[in-house]
């Protein structure tokens, strides 16, 4: 059973949420011929407040 964890800065559409679990799904199961029921997406949404790059925040680069 696949499981891919992606984590993304917040604040995209839920379609968009939507939309890229499921082209990963179909990505990984033709990728790994695995049945697409077996296949696991964890999105996680993260605030720019508390995702850092070098010494700054994401928030704090872009201003």
């Not at 993304?8 to 949420?17: F, K, M, V």
């Not at 990984?28 to 925040?57: C, F, M, Q």
């Amino acid at each position: 059973m696949p499981i891919i964890q992606i984590s993304l800065i917040e604040g995209r559409e839920p379609q968009q949420i939507r939309n890229l679990i499921s082209q990963v799904t179909n990505s990984v199961s033709n990728a790994l011929d695995a049945p697409v029921e077996s296949i696991k997406v964890i999105v996680t949404e993260v605030a720019p407040t508390h995702w850092g790059s070098g010494d700054r925040t994401i928030a704090e680069k872009r201003g």
